[in-house]
């Protein structure tokens, strides 16, 4: 998957870097100032460049760099988290997929990447600052990727936009929330749930979960699986062998999946 423009750059301790290959020398975050068409147009897919004191790699587009070099700002859903949801949804080409709030748009990457050209993707966010983020890492997917699917964005709370969501999708396959207050927006949109699809919730605390939960069956859905996912990264130990890594073993979120059925 090569782009002309977009660049993935990777340093050799495995930072990411996303660079949008326009002309013209400016100040590339983390990288300096250079002009990228100059410096790494001439670059391919495997080669490397110095850029200052950093050796880079020039590596494909894929969604696992997208997501490594994005820009951040509201807390992301990790691959973990966002793998298992899209899943357990079972989402893919044709499907339309509600989701809320966007935020960085963590998760909207792995959404985006498995409906292709033919799915619909509408997003809901409050926050204009949030949204100018998540907004700027799906544009990059969309120009890097060969398929994306038709995506439209909606600026407001999802429990307010019931008009705009009707004016894209009579019903969604899918439904995602990854928000601080479940049960109000789960009461929203739980009717626009096509017979058997299913609505996935992001609670980082089990006092969510727990009204997620509440609000799901008092919506009339059956709660399929509720729980979280651990995740242990095994390496080679010194000495010879493999053994978990040292490092963190923490918490993402407990995630909550439910049935129109
Ligand atoms: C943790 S962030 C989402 C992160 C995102 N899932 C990601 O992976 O990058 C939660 C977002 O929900 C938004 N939010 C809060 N209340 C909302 C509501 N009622 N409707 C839609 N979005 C909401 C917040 O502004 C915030 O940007």
Not at 28 to 46: R, Y
Not at 190 to 204: F, H, K, Q
Request: hydrophobic share 40%; with cysteine.
């Amino acid at each position: 998957m090569t782009n002309e423009a977009w660049a993935v750059l990777v340093e050799e301790e495995g930072k990411v870097h996303v660079v949008e290959m326009t002309s013209g020398s400016r100040k590339i975050k983390g990288l300096g100032v250079f002009d990228p068409m100059e410096l790494i147009a001439p670059v391919g897919i495997g080669q490397q460049v110095a850029i200052g004191q950093k050796l880079l790699t020039r590596v494909p587009t894929r969604l696992p760099e997208l997501n490594k070099g994005m820009l951040r700002r509201a807390q992301t859903v990790s691959s973990k988290d966002a793998g298992w949801f899209v899943a357990k949804l079972g989402i893919g080409p044709g499907d339309n997929v509600l989701e809320a709030g966007i935020g960085s748009a963590g998760l909207s990457l792995h959404i985006a990447r498995v409906l292709g050209n033919s799915g619909t993707h509408v997003t809901v966010e409050p926050r204009a600052e949030h949204a100018d983020i998540g907004l700027e890492n799906l544009r990059r997917a969309k120009e890097c990727w060969l398929e994306f699917p038709s995506h439209h964005h909606i600026e407001g709370t999802v429990e307010t936009v019931g008009d705009q969501l009707q004016t894209y999708c009579d019903e969604f396959d899918a439904i995602v929330l990854d928000l601080p207050d479940h049960p109000p927006a789960i009461r929203a949109v739980a009717s626009t749930l096509t017979y058997g699809g299913r609505i996935a919730c992001y609670c980082p605390v089990t006092q969510q979960l727990e009204h997620a939960w509440e609000a799901c069956e008092e919506a009339g859905l059956k709660v399929e699986w509720a729980g979280e996912l651990m995740e242990r990264q095994w390496g080679r130990a010194s000495k010879g062998g493999m053994r978990p890594v040292n490092g963190p073993f923490g918490h993402t979120a407990f995630l909550l999946i439910a049935q129109r059925c």
